[in-house]
């Protein structure tokens, strides 16, 4: 490999999109943390999200690359994971571990596969802002990059190709972060 090329490949990666996204929203993370640290409703924080998210893009992709970007700077993979479960887990049981009962483990599910997030409890329990994700299958709010109640389903058939790789980021996100305790049935 020449140097020309070296060094092209550093300066595509210094100026890739990810990492420029990844600066603008990285502005807002402060606002974000600032929402969650207060004592606001999740419906205030998500609408500081729509705020964040029209000015960071007014588009689904370049939010679902925001996403994702923000998932690179986010908590690091876990390094001891359990071996993943099959056990049967019905949507009904799901919707348990929704957060509501604090001695309860939290879970969420992609594509069937159910993972534990308790871990961050402090993202997906009880009136945070992520708790819209928890105790259900919301695959295709996970595409859409929706935080929308009713966008958080399983059935994720009508995501185009880029909603499915958003999908299927945040599926590798979760299968380096969470134990999978199960698979849900119907
Ligand atoms: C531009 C607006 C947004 C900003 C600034 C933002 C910011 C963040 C930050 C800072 C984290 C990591 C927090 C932590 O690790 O403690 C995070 C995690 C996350 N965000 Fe967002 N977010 C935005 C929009 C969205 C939207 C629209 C969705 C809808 C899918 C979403 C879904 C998630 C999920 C699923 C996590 C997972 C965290 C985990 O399990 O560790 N975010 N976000
Ligand atoms: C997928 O849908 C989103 C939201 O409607 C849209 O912004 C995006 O351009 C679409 N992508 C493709 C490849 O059709």
């Known amino acids: ?4 090329s070296n060094s092209g490949s550093w300066y595509e990666t210094l100026t890739s999109t990810p990492i420029l996204i990844a600066t603008a929203v990285g502005v807002s993370f402060a606002a974000i943390f600032a929402v969650s640290s207060s004592n606001k409703t999740s ?16 588009n689904t992709d370049a939010r679902g690359k925001a996403a994702q970007a923000g998932a690179s700077i986010m908590s690091a993979p876990s390094t001891d994971l359990a071996p993943p479960k099959d056990d049967p887990i019905s949507a009904s049981s799901l ?38 994700f928890a105790g259900r299958d919301a695959s295709k709010g996970l595409g859409m990059s929706s ?8 059935d994720y058939s009508s995501l185009n190709e880029t909603q499915m790789n958003t999908l299927n980021q945040w599926e590798s996100f979760f299968e380096k972060r969470y134990n999978i305790v199960g698979k849900v049935v119907p």
Do not use: H, W
């Open 147 to 154: 935080l929308n109640l009713e966008d958080a389903i399983s």
């Open 95 to 132: 919707s348990q571990y929704d957060g509501s009962d604090p001695s309860k483990p939290i879970y969420v599910a992609i594509k069937g596969r159910v993972f534990d997030v308790t871990p961050k409890a402090e993202m997906y329990g009880k009136g945070k802002g992520y708790n819209i």
């Open 43 to 58: 419906e205030q924080i998500k609408t500081q999200v729509k705020e964040v998210t029209n000015v960071a893009s007014s």
């Open 1 to 4: 490999m020449s140097n020309s």
